[in-house]
């Protein structure tokens, strides 16, 4: 079992940009891929981006150019840099921890997902 803990999220202006973090504790983090998903207040859950274990990324095409997923294996977290946010960006971000080790593919899906953090608000004004 893994552990999961967001934080970096806020209040900013459209254009601005934010790091979020997930901290990772409980099992060998780096055999993993790691995901991160936002809820908008109504909406479904949906992907915004993952890193594999071997540092394959992949992204949503909503943000794609605008997020970049990062790791660093020796503090066993990932890190989303989001640069100019806009107002549809505005949600609860939450990471994710993948169950399926040394996995490599394309394929991301909440199912696919088996350890959540807590979330973190980021809330983007116009």
């Known amino acids: 079992q893994v552990q999961l803990v967001e934080s970096g999220g806020g209040f900013v202006q459209a254009g601005a940009s934010l790091r979020l973090s997930c901290a990772a504790s409980?099992?060998?983090?780096?055999?993993?891929?790691t995901g991160w998903f936002r809820q908008a207040p109504g909406k479904e859950r949906d992907f915004v981006a993952a890193?594999?274990?071997?540092?394959?990324?992949y992204y949503a095409d909503s943000v794609k150019g605008r997020i970049t997923i990062s790791r660093d294996n020796a503090k066993n977290t990932v890190y989303l840099q989001m640069s100019s946010l806009k107002p549809e960006d505005t949600a609860v971000y939450y990471c994710?921890?993948?169950?399926?080790?040394?996995?490599?593919?394309?394929?991301?899906?909440?199912?696919?997902?088996?350890?959540w953090g807590q979330g973190t608000q980021v809330t983007v004004s116009s």
């Open positions: 890193i594999t274990w071997n540092g394959g990324t």
């Open positions: 409980g099992r060998t983090f780096s055999d993993y891929a």
């Open positions: 994710a921890a993948d169950l399926r080790k040394w996995y490599t593919g394309s394929s991301f899906r909440i199912a696919n997902f088996g350890s």
